[in-house]
């Protein structure tokens, strides 16, 4: 069994700051990508921030420059520093992971519970 814990979200005004961690935990084996993504209401859930074993990322263009994706692959738990929030940041944050457990042949995705972040005055 493996599971993905997210902590981090909460309420922060605008131009704040807020730090996401994700922790992988279970009988794994290896871990490829990781990631994070977000859904508002009423919107559909769009990648924010991806990062590959080695260390590779990439971003949505709306986060360049204010958002840093990061990873501890002792820990496996992957991180997303954000900085410069604005109101439009305001989503339900989900960790994903690409992991092959002990018990399989193959990868698959994994994802966390969520975590909500406001950004409001």
């Known amino acids: 069994q493996v599971q993905l814990v997210e902590s981090g979200g909460g309420l922060v005004q605008p131009g704040g700051s807020l730090r996401l961690s994700c922790a992988a935990s279970?009988?794994?084996?290896?871990?490829?990508?990781m990631g994070w993504y977000r859904q508002a209401p009423g919107k559909q859930r769009e990648l924010v921030a991806a990062?590959?074993?080695?260390?590779?990322?990439n971003y949505t263009d709306s986060v360049k420059g204010r958002f840093t994706i990061s990873r501890d692959n002792a820990k496996n738990t992957v991180y997303l520093q954000m900085n410069s929030l604005k109101p439009e940041d305001t989503a339900v944050y989900y960790c994903?992971?690409?992991?092959?457990?002990?018990?399989?042949?193959?990868?698959?995705?994994?994802w966390g519970q969520g975590t909500q972040v406001t950004v409001s005055s």
């Open positions: 994903n992971a690409n992991i092959k457990s002990r018990r399989s042949y193959y990868f698959y995705d994994y």
């Open positions: 990062i590959t074993s080695g260390g590779s990322t």
């Open positions: 279970g009988t794994i084996a290896s871990i490829n990508a």
